[in-house]
């Protein structure tokens, strides 16, 4: 399936993304990494849970709200159900020990120019892009 | 009350962000790892823009302030270690998401509009935290390198 280049909108976007990471830090302290968000409101559950449940009903809302006034947000899961849950099974284990994600170690670490952001980032861009190969034109699916 | 007020206006601006970036999208990611095929470049520029516009802002909110707004200190990750279970951590996420086409700031945005798909990949995201955690036990605590 094709998708269109988009580097303005990906760019605004991208901004908007790090926009968000240096207010949480200014106004709250806190490191914009959706592991960590996620992770402290599992069990056993972080004593903090509450300004993470209020950042996950932003993240979810808003998108919405830019939908329903009229706004795009292309969409599309190339990925038959029972890879997506099997995906979504090794990305937790994966983010739970690699302790973090692209927002936390892809944009936070990295930004913050941590040498354990970095490597965490290297090695899930090289192993993305190899399990990507290996799925698309290998098993060809 | 303003700590709570703030993180859920800080995560709306986060969610636009990904889901006009394409991260949302998993089309759109995996076309831009596979350079091999149908590559789509755009998320160069979303990574580009957020690293860009972090790094400057974190110098800047570090530079100006001694701490944040509405905390008693900035809870940065104290762990300096590369070891293998950072690395093995990595790769794995890495497999996932190069299956799936989600990663979790991807998928967390589009629960509210993008159906079955991302609701059953976040279910077992979930289930894969809780799982890894609780075979982790307690020699390894967890949380605050987050």
Partial sequence: METEFTPWMSLFGGVLIGFSAVLLMAFNGRIAGMTGIITGILPPFSSDWPWRIAFLFGAIIAPVLFLTAGGVIPYAVPVPLPLLAFGGLIVGVGVYYGAGCTSGHGVCGMARLSPRSIAATITFMIFTGLTVYVVRHVAGI | ?146
């Fill in chain 2, 1 to 146: 009350m303003r700590k709570l007020i703030s993180s859920g206006l800080i995560g709306a601006i986060f969610g636009l962000g990904i889901a006009i970036s394409g991260m949302a999208n998993p089309a759109k990611v995996l076309n831009f790892f596979d350079v091999a095929g149908q590559w789509d470049p755009s998320l160069i520029f979303v990574m580009g823009g957020a690293l860009i516009t972090t790094a400057i802002g974190y110098m800047l909110v570090f530079g100006a302030r001694k701490k944040p707004v509405f905390d008693a200190e900035f809870h940065l990750p104290i762990n300096k270690t590369i070891d293998a279970r950072l690395i093995s951590g990595s790769a794995l996420f890495g497999v996932g998401w190069g299956i799936a086409g989600f990663c979790p700031g991807g998928a967390i945005p589009a629960l509210g509009f993008g159906g079955v798909s991302v609701i059953a990949f976040v279910g077992a995201m979930l289930i894969g935290i809780v799982l890894a955690r609780s075979l982790d036990g307690v020699r390894h605590k967890p949380a605050k390198a987050f």
